[in-house]
C-alpha cells in the first residue's frame, strides 16, 4: 500500500518569501491533517480536513497560512508571507475517518532565514 | 483543556534493559489511546492503539502498553530493548470531546547504548 506522499522534502526560503506544500494521501482516505512539528515539541495541528470540507482549523494562523484540499483526496498547505518562528517540519497525515488511526508522510522541514 | 504529558524528555539506556516510558492525560470522556515513533529520518508510526476491550495492548516490535482509566495513564513498555529501539517516541490521545482531534505529548528521545 502507498503510504502518504509529501513534496518536496526540504526548502530553505527568506523571511517574507512565500512557500507551499503538497500532500497525496492514502487512496480512499477522507480525513487528512497537516501539523506543524517544531523541534522538541509534539505535532501541532493546523488543519483537519473531512473530503474536502474543513473540520477544524482552529489553530491555523490565518493571516498568513492557507490551506485546501479542492477535490477531497491531494492538499496544499501555503504560507505567505513566512516568518522566522515558522521552521518547522510539516507533517501531512490521513485516516480512514476521524476515528481512526492516521498514517504520516515523511514530512517537509522549512527553514525560514 | 485537553492536555497529555510524558514525563521524561530524554531517556538512555543499555541494550537488554528493561523501558518504560510514562504517558498521562487530561481528558474528560471516553479516549482513544496511540503510541507513535519516529525512527531517525523516517516519518512517524503507529506502534500501538487502544480503543476498548483489553488495556494491556500488545504492538509491533515487542512494544505493549497498558490503560489504567483510574490513573489517566497508558504507559508504553518493553522488556528488553534493542539498539534498533532508538527513535523519539509520541503519546497522544483523541476522544469525541475533542472532535477526535490528536492531542499529542512532546515526546520522548530515547537512546539506546550498544
Known amino acids: 500500500e502507498a503510504g502518504v506522499a509529501q513534496s518536496p522534502r526540504y526548502k530553505i526560503i527568506e523571511k517574507r518569501q512565500s512557500v507551499a506544500f503538497w500532500c497525496n494521501p492514502i487512496?480512499?482516505?477522507?480525513?487528512l491533517y497537516w501539523y506543524q512539528q517544531i523541534l522538541g515539541q509534539g505535532p501541532k495541528l493546523l488543519i483537519q480536513f473531512q473530503n474536502n470540507g474543513v473540520v477544524d482549523d482552529s489553530q491555523l494562523p490565518k493571516d498568513r497560512f492557507s490551506a485546501e484540499r479542492l477535490k477531497g483526496v491531494d492538499s496544499t498547505l501555503k504560507i505567505q508571507p513566512a516568518k522566522l518562528e515558522d521552521s518547522a517540519v510539516y507533517l501531512c497525515a490521513s485516516s480512514f475517518g476521524v476515528n481512526t488511526e492516521a498514517f504520516f508522510g515523511q514530512g517537509t522541514r522549512l527553514t525560514v532565514v | 483543556a485537553q492536555s497529555v504529558s510524558q514525563h521524561n524528555h530524554h531517556v538512555i539506556l543499555s541494550e537488554a534493559a528493561s523501558l518504560e516510558l510514562g504517558c498521562n492525560y487530561s481528558?474528560?470522556?471516553?479516549?482513544?489511546l496511540f503510541w507513535y515513533v519516529q525512527y531517525p529520518g523516517q516519518h512517524l508510526q503507529l506502534l500501538l492503539k487502544?480503543?476498548?476491550?483489553d488495556p494491556l495492548v500488545k504492538g509491533i516490535k515487542g512494544f505493549e502498553a497498558e490503560f489504567i482509566k483510574s490513573k489517566f495513564s497508558f504507559n508504553l513498555r518493553k522488556p528488553s530493548v534493542q539498539w534498533s529501539d532508538t527513535a523519539e517516541y509520541f503519546c497522544?490521545?483523541?476522544?469525541?470531546?475533542?472532535?477526535?482531534?490528536?492531542?499529542w505529548g512532546a515526546g520522548t528521545k530515547l537512546i539506546i547504548k550498544p
Open positions: 497522544a490521545v483523541n476522544g469525541l470531546d475533542s472532535n477526535y482531534q490528536l492531542i
Open positions: 487512496s480512499g482516505h477522507a480525513t
Open positions: 481528558y474528560g470522556g471516553t479516549v482513544n
Open positions: 487502544y480503543f476498548s476491550g
